[in-house]
């Protein structure tokens, strides 16, 4: 087999430089160890953190680089310590591929806090985790033909998900599982009925389906009322948060709101709409400050947090909710060679809820490299 050594053996969709062009790649991957699964990958979805990793927007400097943390594949092979995984299995491969598994945060199931935790792609190799070889080089992620993963970050499809559908479910479908788990699934005695959600893209979509199972009442909150019928499909109510008489009478509305919007905005004027002792959750990530009254917090016991996707216990607890409750995203299976369209889709905002996902049986069919 193939070692990350040789340079060979995995095809890939790379970013050579900044300018967020995908090109047709060949690399090595690690040779797999005694803990590690082989995963032949069948569809990688396309996150917008994607784009912001190739296009210089978080100082990445690991080119050239395949992006990708929505894997979705078959195992191909494990090593002689994997017990809970065996050849031909339908798994899926999400933001993290490492972590020490010794500090409280691993030990708690929240791999996805740890401080060693090693993203699925753009991180170097961490030292003494049974890859020694890999040292001097960065991971790469799923926009490519198969994935060597420590077992414990590889999670098992399902009964009643296709396979496309995986990879957007473990980015889009954690980050929004994660603080509804948290704030209703866990939470003892009264549970919160009334949520909202800030921004309708994907996101904002999947927050509205796994709210609406969990037995809530959602309003989504956007900047007008143009997707009112669409929101109205999947159960919940819009809230046009630049109309100021709506705002006010929406005051004290919701137990949690959960801001998916990655463009800079106030939050200020969502804050209003919390009830007494209630949940601000930041999802979206963007770079700017944003101002609050701390007189409002005093007053009215308001909290606010940050998520990120969850840990590995969460996410296929996740997995399971969705089959259970048929939650898939929504999404489009592009070929290979429409990657870099869809990248500048999302760079111009003209990509739409449709979450893409590629069928990387295509990549074979690109031409190589100029």
């Excluded at 009964?159 to 479910?169: A, K, N, R, T, W």
């Excluded at 709101?257 to 209003?272: G, K, N, Q, R, Y």
């Excluded at 870099?340 to 690109?366: C, P, W």
Aim: charge should be negative; proline fraction near 4%.
């Amino acid at each position: 087999m193939a070692t990350i050594k040789d340079g060979k053996g995995t095809l890939a969709l790379a970013a050579f430089d900044t300018n967020a062009k995908l090109e047709k790649h060949e690399f090595g991957r690690p040779a797999p160890g005694p803990n590690d699964v082989n995963i032949d990958i069948q569809y990688c979805g396309m996150c917008h953190s994607d784009l912001h990793a190739c296009n210089g927007d978080w100082g990445l400097n690991a080119f050239p680089i395949a992006p990708g943390h929505e894997i979705a594949g078959v195992v191909k092979s494990v090593g002689a310590d994997v017990k809970d995984l065996k050849v031909g299995d339908k798994v899926g491969v999400g933001c993290f591929v490492e972590a020490c598994f010794s500090c409280g945060l691993c030990e708690q199931g929240e791999q996805n806090l740890c401080r060693e935790c090693v993203q699925t792609y753009g991180n170097p190799y961490p030292k003494g985790k049974g890859h020694d070889e890999c040292a001097g080089y960065h991971t790469n992620g799923g926009y490519s033909t198969s994935i060597t993963v420590r077992s414990d970050f590889v999670f098992k499809v399902p009964e009643g998900i296709s396979m496309e559908y995986v990879g957007p479910l473990l980015c889009a479908g954690i980050t929004m599982f994660s603080p509804l788990n948290r704030h209703i699934l866990m939470k003892e005695g009264e549970k919160p009925k009334s949520i909202g959600i800030v921004g309708f893209g994907g996101l904002g979509q999947m927050g509205v389906k796994l709210a609406k199972a969990m037995g809530c009442e959602v309003t989504v909150l956007s900047r007008s009322t143009s997707k009112k019928d669409e929101a109205a499909k999947l159960g919940a109510e819009i809230l046009a948060h630049s109309d100021e008489e709506a705002m006010k009478a929406a005051a004290y509305s919701f137990d949690v709101i959960l801001d998916t919007v990655s463009a800079h905005h106030e939050i200020a004027p969502m804050m209003t709409t919390l009830k007494v002792g209630g949940t601000y959750v930041c999802i979206g990530a963007f770079g700017q400050t944003f101002g609050i009254s701390p007189i409002g917090l005093i007053f009215n016991h308001h909290k606010i947090e940050g998520s990120l996707v969850g840990g590995i216990p969460e996410t296929q607890k996740m997995l399971e909710f969705c089959s259970e409750h048929n939650i898939l995203p929504e999404i489009k299976v592009i070929a290979a060679k429409d990657a870099t369209d869809q990248f500048k889709a999302l760079a111009d905002g003209s990509a739409g809820a449709l979450r893409a996902v590629i069928d990387m049986s295509t990549l074979s069919d690109l031409p190589a490299r100029a």
